[in-house]
């Protein structure tokens, strides 16, 4: 018989993060943690990740939920199907399961990764902050080995940004160096196309949701007009099941679409946009969503089951001074999985 329970965890960021819904200094995390009680000692652990302002999950209520869970542990097929409204609790308790069915090993997807053979491209994340702060932090990932970048913006002047895109692309063509942006909705409708038409002279792979969700013909639009490829992220969250997915795909018609599992109902949900997307022959990459290493290592094995060529969006294991040791890695722009690199585990001793 299973039993669960849950603990919080406060990461902490190395520093402040800023991005266009305000500046991150710590970000919450849940873990469920179960066990058998053949086999007390073995562990099953996953993370349930929220972002406040962003995240579908309704907080006021997450504990009781998270306590319902661990209460009802043993019905993990119906709680699955009952916690369609807390994707980010659907993700901690799919991939606890999977890790209990494994004692505790991590090891949640076979594939080349885990076993070191094969590493994941990931792209550099750019923060939002003055023209000298982000210039900073692009001049550090190129040193490191990057060849793609995401920049995060709408948080600052639109044409400082530009002057900031122009100084890049003045040193490193889009042969040498992929740029994605991501404008988390920032633009007003009447503006957007005008500034899309704007970026696109920057060569630029594409821009993540550049208005808010919740604009279908707004943003089927764009789509259609866009000179830039448009990738839609927040407008996946809280379309639940598979036809509603479908049917949004074929209403917008993006580019691409971008998965996080803690905000789109975890591995099951990501399954159906990917087989929805695949049916329009619609590209996607999959991000995580700011997880400690616990979920970070999940979403990363999953990712690797599909040998996506295009740069993943995986490399936040190092934002936070009290993140949790593990075996993810990074060399340059390759995330990669040093089974000689023991977790660390301590945080989930019994409290």
């Known amino acids: 018989m299973l039993k669960a329970r849950y603990i919080k965890h406060t990461l902490q960021f190395k520093q402040a993060s800023g991005t266009s819904r305000g500046v991150l200094k710590t970000k919450d995390s849940w873990f469920l943690i179960l066990w058998d009680t053949d086999n007390p000692n073995t562990q099953g652990i996953g993370e349930c990740s929220i972002i406040e302002g962003l995240s579908p999950d309704n907080l006021e209520e997450y504990e009781n939920k998270l306590q319902f869970v661990c209460e009802n542990i043993n019905q993990r097929e119906q709680l699955l199907l009952e916690l369609s409204k807390f994707p980010s609790i659907q993700f901690g308790l799919e991939t606890a399961l999977l890790d209990i069915e494994v004692r505790g090993g991590k090891t949640l997807f076979r594939s080349h990764f885990v076993r070191s053979k094969y590493p994941i491209k990931i792209n550099g994340l750019i923060w939002m902050g003055n023209k000298d702060f982000m210039l900073e932090q692009i001049k550090t990932k190129i040193e490191n080995g990057f060849s793609c ?107 691409y679409i971008i998965l996080k599992p803690s905000l789109i109902g975890g591995i099951k949900g990501s399954n159906e946009w990917i087989e929805a997307a695949g049916e329009l022959s619609i590209p996607w990459w999959i991000t995580s969503a700011l997880e400690s290493n616990i979920g970070l290592n999940a979403i990363s094995q999953y990712t690797a089951t599909f040998n996506n060529p295009l740069p993943q969006g995986l490399g936040t294991g190092q934002l936070y001074t009290n993140n949790i040791d593990c075996p993810l890695a990074l060399d340059g722009d390759q995330l990669t999985y040093n089974q000689e690199i023991k977790w660390d585990l301590s945080l989930f001793e019994k409290q």
């Open 149 to 255: 970048l995401k920049l995060k913006i709408g948080a600052i002047d639109f044409q400082e940004e530009l002057n900031i895109l122009k100084s890049i692309r003045t040193e490193y063509s889009h042969d040498v160096l992929e740029l994605r942006v991501d404008a988390n909705g920032a633009f007003s409708p009447q503006s957007a196309l005008e500034k899309l038409n704007i970026l696109s002279e920057f060569d630029l792979h594409s821009i993540e949701q550049p208005i808010k969700q919740g604009q279908l013909k707004k943003m089927a639009k764009l789509c259609e007009l866009s000179p830039l490829a448009i990738a839609l992220d927040e407008e996946l969250i809280g379309v639940t099941t598979l036809a509603e997915k479908q049917w949004l795909l074929e209403k917008i018609q993006p580019h």
